[in-house]
């Protein structure tokens, strides 16, 4: 009976951590490499919105388009902060990398292009990490020396208070919005009544200047 007695108090608390585990997954974002094609000549740009204070890690490199051994393209590549400061710049390589914590918030900017006179175009390969993906959970793991379940579990903490500073962040840019909607609804009905009063008087004006006219003319 005691045996008994201690499965079903174990478990639904195995059950909660399954479930708990299988939500961490769907919840975490998954991170795959994005692949750009760059033309011989032009740019070629991405961008993503992205909150003050996040970490952001990115990874590129020239994927070879053919066996033939010929030498890899070479690329330039330059990240700017929504106000326009540069935050990486290389140029004439083969594969890079860049990491900065944001300091302004807004569309931050990577344009890549091709060095040189190319035949044809260049296809690169970019992993592109912000916030919680970009934390490596290897080293948090071996510093606090934790691992398997509550190593998920600390992820978990970690993917549900990005969730809520980007609920924070909705909020307040909502707010922004509605004091900007609410100024300018303002401003349009002053304008209107304002249209409406000159309307009205140039009406006046138009009354009395036929009445008047027509008093000279002796028509009326």
């Not at 710049?89 to 918030?105: C, K, L, M, P």
């Not at 006179?117 to 296809?123: E, R």
């Not at 912000?130 to 948090?140: C, L, N, P, Q």
């Not at 208070?161 to 924070?168: F, Q």
């Amino acid at each position: 009976m005691a045996k008994d007695k201690n499965l079903r108090y174990e478990t639904p608390t195995t059950l909660f951590l399954i479930l708990l585990l299988s939500f961490t997954t769907i919840l975490l974002p998954q991170i795959d490499a994005i692949w750009l094609t760059i033309p011989n000549s032009g740019t070629k740009c991405l961008s993503e919105e992205i909150q003050t204070h996040v970490v952001v890690l990115a990874d590129y490199y020239v994927v070879a388009d053919d066996t033939e051994g010929h030498h890899l393209h070479t690329i330039s590549a330059k990240v700017t902060s929504p106000y326009g400061n540069n935050l990486h710049h290389n140029e004439n390589v083969t594969h890079g990398q860049f990491a900065f914590t944001t300091i302004e918030s807004g569309n931050y900017l990577a344009c890549f292009w091709l060095e040189g006179n190319h035949q044809g175009s260049a296809t690169i390969s970019l992993e592109w990490k912000t916030g919680i993906s970009a934390k490596d959970w290897e080293t948090v793991a071996k510093k606090e020396r934790i691992e398997g379940v509550e190593l998920e579990l600390r992820k978990l903490e970690g993917a549900v208070e990005a969730i809520h500073g980007n609920l924070l962040h909705l909020k307040n840019r909502e707010a922004e919005m509605r004091e900007v909607s609410e100024a300018t609804n303002g401003r349009v009905a002053w304008l209107s009544i304002m249209s409406l009063g000159v309307c009205i008087s140039i009406s006046g004006l138009q009354l009395w200047y036929l009445k008047r006219f027509f008093r000279k003319k002796k028509l009326v």
